[in-house]
């Protein structure tokens, strides 16, 4: 009885179909030339830093108290994004659906919707842009409420596999953390997750998450991280600030590959609320460094802008 031999093409075949498996199992590696480097930028700062960088190209990640919780301040809102678009996909709300502002929900801080005019018709659409391009406070607010709360949203984030990202205001239970935290909590691995996994649309649907990254990807607040990055580079980012804690995330669409990146810090010494501010520094610290070492030839300089200080 003759038997088969495998021909080169078929050899070759089963190598290549095998490829992604060998790719998945393979494990993050730690990058500790870019660790180095990080820590370097964060030496002297007042306060508290984290950072979680990855490459979604290599699989390459560094890590600074990347595993350390943070305040989210209204980074919050990218997981009350998420809870929205859960309820949206869910069919208890539309994402066109008609809605009426009313003085009663208004809330201050960043944000325009808190001078609408009482009775104002708006829609579910305008109010998940308003919260993530202006991070307005009010729709925010608003959201966390057609999104069920705060628990309901925080369900959301274990069923994802984020255990220290929570909504903490407003939320039974967790009020004595709420005054730790403040409105939110997270850590700069998971946050940077989490938008990692919206750009793979696998949050709520493929749909959902190319909708939501859409969203993250026209803010309003481009002076920090934003700003070490070319105009012309797609990126989803949202920053949050309070008085002791500036942060963002940002996932870069760079040519050269996708990189993602969480600039956490808390208990900062420098309360300020200018451009100097410290902890906004370290982010344009560490997003220009990150920007010239996945893009080492590219040619593009940062330039301040006379009279943005």
């Not at 305040?71 to 208890?92: H, R």
């Not at 070490?228 to 797609?234: C, E, H, L, R």
């Not at 940002?250 to 590959?257: C, D, F, Q």
Request: proline share 3%.
């Amino acid at each position: 009885m003759n038997t088969l031999k495998p021909t080169y093409t078929t050899l070759l075949l089963l190598w290549l179909f095998s490829l992604p498996l060998l790719c998945f199992s393979q494990k993050p590696k730690q990058d500790r030339k870019l660790e180095k480097a990080l820590a370097s930028l964060t030496e002297g700062f007042k306060g508290t830093a984290g950072i979680y960088v990855m490459n979604l190209r290599t699989g390459e990640y560094a890590s600074l108290n990347g595993d350390s919780i943070f305040p989210t301040a209204s980074i919050v809102k990218v997981p009350i994004l998420v809870g929205l678009f859960d309820q949206i996909e869910k069919g208890a709300l539309s994402y066109h659906q008609q809605m009426i502002y009313r003085d009663a929900i208004k809330y201050g801080g960043s944000g325009i919707m808190q001078y609408f005019k009482d009775s104002s018709e708006t829609e579910v659409s305008v109010l998940a842009h308003l919260m993530m391009a202006y991070s307005d406070n009010t729709t925010s607010l608003w959201n966390q409420q057609l999104a069920g709360g705060g628990e309901q949203i925080n369900k959301l984030m274990e069923k994802y596999g984020l255990q220290h990202t929570r909504v903490n205001s407003r939320t039974k239970g967790r009020e004595e953390i709420w005054k730790i935290y403040g409105w939110g909590q997270t850590t700069p691995r998971e946050m940077a997750s989490l938008l990692v996994k919206i750009r793979n649309g696998e949050i709520i649907s493929k749909a959902a998450s190319e909708r939501m990254y859409r969203l993250m990807s026209k803010g309003y607040y481009d002076e920090d991280a934003l700003s070490q990055i070319p105009p012309y580079v797609q990126a989803a980012a949202k920053s949050g600030a309070v008085d002791a804690s500036r942060s963002e995330v940002v996932l870069v669409n760079a040519p050269s590959g996708d990189y993602v990146f969480y600039v956490g810090t808390k208990d900062n010494t420098d309360q300020s609320w200018d451009r100097s501010n410290e902890g906004q520094a370290l982010i344009r610290k560490v997003s220009a460094y990150l920007w010239n070492y996945f893009e080492p030839k590219s040619k593009w300089k940062h330039e301040e802008l006379r009279g943005t200080n």
